[in-house]
Structures are given as C-alpha cells and as structure tokens.
C-alpha cells in the first residue's frame, strides 16, 4: 500500500442570527441567506444517492434513525466555483469544492465566507426595516451548543482504518496548539476557565465513532468515500474549529494532509498513544502555557508542543524522500515557525492564530477597560471576532490593521468565489453550473445529472477526484455550446 | 543543529536587524497604535454588548 494524494475539502457551518429580531427561526433565516445568493449558482436538488452518512469505516451497517433530517427538502445551491452551499439543520453551510493541496484549500475556504457575506448582504431586502443578518464564523455559542468545521481528506481504501486511529489520535489532541480559534469559558461541564484555545474541545466525549452532534469522537468513523469505494475513503475530521486565520488554516490543513500521507507510507515510526486522549483534548485546550504534560500509554509524559515535535520531524523526514506538490515545503516551513514560536512566546503567534489574536485584543481591552473576564464587553470582542462582515468583523480589522498576515490577495479570493480549482473534479461541476446550470437537475459531490430535453435524465458519474479537471475536461466543455452537445461530446470520450 | 535549523535562525536574525533599522517606535508609539485600534474596534462593536450576547443562541448542527 502506499499514500495517494490529498485531495482536500473544509466544511463550514455558520452561526446566524438577526440584529432586531433575536426570536427569528435560524432554518428560515438560513434558507434566505442561501436563496440570496446572487453569484454564479445553479439551484439544484441534491441527491443523496451516493450518500451514507450512517455507514460506519469500522464495517457496521448503516443504523436506522441517522438518514432522516439530513435533506430536509431545504434550499441547495451548486456554485459556479464548485462548491456546495446550502441549509444544513439551522446553519447556513459552505462545503468548499475538492482542492488539489492544503494552500487551495485554505484558498476556497476563505472564499466561503465571502460568499456567504454576499449572501447576508443579498438577503436585506426580504427582511423588515431593523433586521439585518450577522454571520459567524465560529463554533459555539457559548451556551453548550456546537455546530461544526468539518476536514476531509482523500486516504487509500487499503489502509486499515484501525491505523488512523492507532497513528492519527494524538496528532488530532495536540495539533490543537495551532488549530484553535480561542473560547471565552469552558462549556458541556468542563472545569472552569476565563478563556482556552479552542471553541471544540469541551464537546468530545468519545475517541471513535459515528456521530456528529452528540458524543462527538476525536475520530470519526462516517464512512462515505464520494468517490471509487473500492479505492478511496475520505477521512472527515470533526475535531477542529473554523478558522479565519488563512496561515492557519494552511497549517492545519497541510500539517494533517502530510500525516496521513506519512501514515499511509508506514513512516510514522510510533502511535504516540495517550493514556486518556478525551482529557487530554480539553486538558490542551485549557492550557495557555502549553505546558501541560500529558500521560502517555506506554509511561511517561510530553507537553502537545514537544508530541507536535516529533510529528514535524516525521513529516520533514518524509517530505525528503517523496516527491509532494509545491505548497507542502511552505506547510512545513509555517509549522516549524509555529510550534516554535508557540514554545518561545505563544502570544507571538497573534499574527497567525485565531486563538492567540483573540486572546491579545482580550487583554489588551482588560487592560484599557480594567474588565474582568465574564464582562460581556469581553464576551462581544470574542464574538464580534469571527463576523464574517468586513465592516464589523474584527478579525478583519486586526488584518486591516496589519496586525495578522494574510496569505491571498483580494484579487485570488475574488477568483476562487467564481471559478472552480482547475486540478479537480470540482472543475467539471463548476464549470457545468456556469455554463449549463439551466440543464443541471440534481448534483452530488459524484455525479451530475443533467436533463437535455431528450426522453431521460443523463447522470454523469465523477468517480475519480483528480479527473474532471481542466486539462482534461477543458475542450469539451469550451466547445460544448449546451448540455446535449456537452452529453454526446461525453459519450464519445470516456473522460 | 541541523543546516535547516542553522538557515532559519539566520534568516530570523536577518529579519530582526532589518525591522531595527526601519523602525524608529518607542513603547509609546507601540501603546498609541493599540489604543488607535481599539478605539476603531469600539466603533464597530455591536451595540448593547450585554443585550447582544444574551441572545446569540445557536441550534445545533453538523
């Protein structure tokens, strides 16, 4: 067996609510913030023919009771950069196209919250005079409920999925030292504290299994791969928050994407296992000094920052021998730069992280404003900073204010909200949306199904991830003037 | 150390000379940036901090 690419994709559900109107119903204000979307979008069905969410990696069947409530009959838009946006319960939800490595990912995650700004924006008018939509980026609401920022990674069908549990659990439990986007409090019982590193780790209770919304695992076992069962799983890692952050989200994605590569290669040397890794989460997550040891399985203790330390040198040593796309020596460049920064001063990684730039503008109103820390001034800052409005957002105004690094220009996010990556199947179906979005009848990360105006419904199967892209599909598609020509073209060329 | 390492805390110090050179702040100014920033944030702040908060209840999700 040996490592495939990493195919890669976030998932982010975002808080809602109505500035005037607090009592508003979430799933109706989600369904117009997705239904005002006035950018390029087909509005599709999406079918869950190829979906399981039920069926479990570890082998069991799909349990009844998981399928219901899923769809909804609710509002579903396809984007002309391929992306799906949509209601998923009472969260307006962005699933971003399949990128080709952790740095477009990062990229089309960044363009989600333009695009869901635009959309909150669109949406004005259907509101009475008063309200307006507030979007955040965010994973909690400070009440002990948590909605979620979901990873997917493509990983080879033969890897044993009892290896990502034994090699990729303690990964997940430390790399919280540079995942987190900070939290005022603790939440679901946990030990008090004025603030922690992040919004998620008070609500895992399991270390595996199924769920998503209650006793949630550090590893999640929801086997539906989107592609070639018979090749392919794709791995949906739950345990992280949302970042603004676009470094971070960089090595976050990156840093995991070359340890499951690294796994899949049998170069990660030992599991590392913790004795209780569900403490350990919260117990990362509530240590601002990064010191906190951790018992190991096999005796012993490590800090996350020196467990993150091994894996780096893990991840170099593999990086030398394999020959990996562009942006993984920036990933391994940043990640290096983090932990040691994070074991210098942790407060010097403000110009990165979510949580360390929460936490300095925290302090320094405590400060100004001699606030203690339940003041709801401080609560609204840790809010406020994950709007996703540029006006109001402070995460945007601690980057106006030069005080946190950005990683794309205006003019890439603005091309990423429009146009699809070019080196996945995601390019098929974005380019499919914009150019016979009237044709499209239903969508799925898998297939499209278009109605040409013959006698049937044509379903175009996109089994590979990395096929479907534009060095493939391209001419067809360019000289393709509406879906019929595009079928016939299809039916000739099995591409 | 490894010739990496070595390359890196050269390239740091390099930066930290530089920044030396192009910056003339004392704590002062540093402390005058800060405030000028909060003050921005402050006008931007949602109104009714408390009010806000108290009502910012999510559904469940994922």
Known sequence: ?495 | MTEREQKRTEKRETEEVVEETQTTEGPQDVAEKIDDLLEEIDSVLEENAEEFVKNYVQKGGE
């Open chain 1, 1 to 495: 067996m040996s490592a495939i690419h990493k195919v890669i994709g976030t998932e982010t559900e975002f808080g809602i609510s109505v500035r005037g109107a607090p009592d508003f119903n979430p799933v109706l204000a989600s369904s117009i913030v997705v239904n005002s979307y006035a950018g390029l979008r087909a509005k599709i069905k999406w079918s869950h023919e190829e979906e399981s969410p039920g069926r479990d990696a570890r082998g069991f069947g799909p349990e009844g009771g998981l399928m219901p409530d899923i769809d909804g009959g609710l509002v579903n838009v396809v984007l002309g950069n391929g992306a799906r946006f949509y209601v998923d319960h009472a969260h307006p939800e962005y699933s971003a196209p399949e990128a080709f490595d952790p740095l477009e990912a990062a990229l089309y995650d960044k363009a989600g919250e333009v695009v869901v700004t635009r959309a909150a924006e669109g949406a004005r008018t259907l509101l009475e005079e008063g309200q307006s939509l507030v979007i955040h980026k965010n994973n909690s609401d400070g009440k002990g409920n948590s909605y979620g920022s979901h990873e997917n990674y493509l990983v080879n069908r033969e890897l044993p999925f009892g290896e990502i549990v034994d090699f990729f659990t303690t990964f997940l439990v430390t790399r919280q030292v540079f995942t987190g986007s900070g939290k005022l409090g603790s939440e679901n019982g946990r030990q008090t504290v004025p603030f922690q590193l992040t919004q998620r780790a008070d609500f895992f209770e399991e270390e595996v299994g199924l769920e998503t919304t209650l006793k949630r695992p550090i590893i999640n076992t929801r086997d539906e791969p989107h592609g070639d069962p018979t090749k392919y799983r794709r791995l949906h890692v739950i345990i992280g928050d949302a970042n603004m952050s676009e470094v971070q989200n960089l090595i976050k994605l990156g840093s995991a994407a070359i340890i499951l590569m690294a796994i899949e290669d049998g170069a990660i040397p030992d599991s590392l296992r913790l004795a209780n890794p569900v403490d350990s989460t919260w117990q990362v997550s509530h240590d601002l000094d990064l010191t906190k040891p951790l018992e190991l399985a096999e005796g012993g203790t490590a800090t996350a920052l020196e467990l993150q330390g091994r894996y780096l040198e893990w991840a170099k040593k593999y990086a030398e021998n394999t020959d990996l796309p562009e942006s993984y020596s920036q990933v391994l460049t940043e990640w290096e730069g983090v932990l040691a920064d994070l074991e210098a001063d942790p407060l010097s990684t403000a110009d990165r992280l979510d949580w360390a730039a929460k936490y300095r503008l925290l302090l320094d109103y405590r400060e100004r404003d001699d606030l203690e820390w339940d003041a709801p001034k401080l609560k609204l800052l840790a809010l406020q900073y994950h709007d996703v409005d540029p006006a109001k957002g402070l995460h945007h105004k601690l980057v106006e204010a030069g005080r946190i690094r950005r990683l794309f220009t205006p003019a890439e996010v603005e091309q990423a909200v429009n146009e699809p990556p070019e080196r996945t199947r995601a390019y098929f179906r974005g380019r499919s949306v914009s150019k016979y979005g009237d044709s499209l009848v239903a969508a799925n990360w898998d297939s499209l199904v278009f109605d040409s105006g013959e006698d049937t419904l044509k379903r175009v199967p996109m089994m590979e991830p990395l096929r479907g892209t534009k060095e493939l599909v391209s001419g067809l598609l360019d000289s393709s003037d509406d879906a019929a020509s595009l079928l016939r073209a299809l039916g000739e060329n099995d591409d």
